[in-house]
């Protein structure tokens, strides 16, 4: 992976050379300037991917080093970010309408608040995908489809096929999510509190040691929102780092979206090594599939990573797989039958499906699809 170069411009050499240091310790590479002519030369002649700039300098005001920098071709599309000491909210707004892509002040919580706005103006690219565990995410065009039962289930017949491997699940379902109660989690934390810990405490380390390990699943979990109302504290922004983080941290990642489909999820999607699309039976959920499938074609996502799952499950009405696939026009991966009240059964006592019911058809039909799933994901990152 190219190692991003950041830029930091700041009269106060203590400030600057502490805001140096941690973003050298999360791997950029960092130039710096006590001035911004000195600043404006360095980024003219070293063209960093982003600069960082306290508006109070010396001898050039933040709102003109800005004018000068969107005004060159060398760099008229650079993000620009101002950390400054100045709280005024007059000159937030002018340096806002100067350019500026954020505004930092410096308080106790500036180094978090920075290292989520760096990530997230740098995005996640393919190259920082490509880096750290398989990643895939499960997802459907309605609720009900079954899709937080399958993804932890598929975690736990990984775990089989692959004994050593590290697996982690991700629970993004908003406002709720449900993988906490299908594996009888009950402990605090989860997707919404570990977001708003500080980008220094939710490390790999972190993330290897303290997201509970689910013995029976063979997996370790980062649960979803417990409630609507907690759900509404996420702090969206640390999302990308955090999944970043877990792919260092974890042979394979999972990540349950359900139906939440957004600009939150949908750069994880675009990125994925495997995006699982669950599909019930009935006829609604079909013809929202297919826009789901086609949406997910303009914005860049190969037929290749997808791997459509038809879960009957829950009836034995609706359309047979062969019916569906005409609709849709793709080929189905696997199909999972009527499972009568058994399904339900093993969720109620918190137990994968494969090892209440082992002798089960469907049992071989996740261990079957579990192998294939994990190693399209590879052949998809090693392409």
């Not at 969107?70 to 002018?94: E, F, G, V």
Request: hydrophobic share 40%.
């Amino acid at each position: 992976m190219t190692q991003k170069k950041i830029l930091i411009i700041d009269s106060d050499a203590a400030s600057r050379n502490f805001i140096v240091r941690k973003l050298q310790d999360l791997d950029f590479e960092v130039l710096q300037a006590g001035s911004g002519k000195e600043g404006l030369i360095l980024m003219w002649r070293d063209r960093p991917d982003l600069v960082i700039v306290d508006p109070v300098l010396s001898d050039i005001k933040g709102e003109e080093f800005a004018f000068k920098l969107h005004n060159d071709s060398r760099s008229a599309n650079l993000p620009l970010i101002a950390l400054s000491s100045d709280h005024n909210p007059d000159r937030i707004k002018t340096c806002r309408d100067a350019g500026f892509n954020e505004y930092i002040t410096k308080s106790g919580q500036a180094v978090s608040m920075l290292t989520d706005t760096v990530n997230r103006l740098f995005g996640i690219t393919t190259e920082t995908m490509k880096q750290g565990g398989l990643m895939m995410v499960f997802l459907s065009a309605k609720g009900g489809t079954g899709t937080s039962s399958v993804c932890a289930n598929t975690a736990l017949n990984i775990s089989k096929h692959h004994p050593d491997a590290r697996i982690a699940v991700a629970d993004l379902v908003f406002p709720i999510g449900s993988i906490a109660q299908i594996v009888g989690y009950e402990g605090k934390e989860n997707i919404v509190t570990i977001s708003r810990k500080e980008a220094m405490e939710t490390g790999v380390d972190f993330l290897q040691t303290e997201l509970p390990r689910m013995d029976v699943w063979q997996f370790n979990l980062l649960a979803g929102s417990p409630d609507p109302e907690l759900s509404n504290q996420l702090n969206v922004e640390r999302i990308w780092g955090l999944v970043s983080e877990l792919k260092s941290a974890y042979d394979y990642v999972l990540v349950d979206i359900g139906r939440s489909l957004s600009k939150i999820t949908l750069p994880l999607i675009q990125h994925a090594d495997l995006v699982a699309v669950l599909i019930s039976t009935d006829i609604s959920t079909i013809s929202l599939t297919g826009t789901i499938l086609d949406y997910l074609k303009t914005k860049g996502v190969s037929q290749e990573k997808i791997y459509t799952i038809l879960n009957r499950h829950a009836g034995l009405e609706g359309l047979s797989k062969r019916e569906a696939e005409t609709m849709l026009d793709i080929n189905i991966n696997t199909a999972i039958p009527y499972l009568t009240t058994n399904f339900g059964f093993a969720n109620s006592q918190h137990l994968p499906f494969t090892i209440k019911f082992p002798n089960d058809t469907a049992s071989i039909i996740f261990h079957e699809s579990a192998r294939e799933m994990a190693a399209l994901a590879q052949k998809n990152r090693n392409e």
